[in-house]
């Protein structure tokens, strides 16, 4: 079982910066494929960043360039440090793990750990 624990969510102005992180327990984020979504009112959950098995870094087009996810192996902490955010960026994020490393990194379904999410606002 795996634990996960989103914070650093808030409020920010269009053009600022936030970094999430996410604390996870019960197994070594290393040996995890680990990814950040998000979900706006109304709308689907989506795919923001994965580090599948801590092999790579793969981000949404929305995103590239601006966000970036990493791992902090020694808190088992992983992070997404979003640079000029933008009010469509608004939703609450959400932190996820898959014990199994699947290629599909990018689908929620593939995900089987999820934090509760932490809400993220960006004023225009």
């Known amino acids: 079982q795996v634990q996960l624990v989103e914070s650093g969510g808030g409020l920010v102005q269009a053009g600022g910066s936030l970094r999430l992180s996410c604390a996870a327990s019960g197994r070594t984020i290393t040996r995890l494929s680990t990814g950040w979504f998000r979900q706006a009112p109304g709308k689907e959950r989506e795919f923001v960043a994965a580090i599948p098995q801590s092999v790579g870094t793969y981000y949404a087009d929305s995103v590239k360039g601006r966000f970036t996810i990493s791992e902090d192996s020694a808190k088992n902490t992983v992070l997404l440090q979003m640079s000029s955010l933008k009010p469509e960026d608004t939703a609450v994020y959400y932190c996820?793990?898959?014990?199994?490393?699947?290629?599909?990194?990018?689908?929620?379904?593939?995900?089987?750990?999820w934090g509760q999410g932490t809400q993220v606002t960006v004023s225009s």
């Open positions: 996820a793990a898959d014990p199994l490393g699947r290629t599909t990194y990018y689908r929620p379904s593939s995900y089987v750990f």
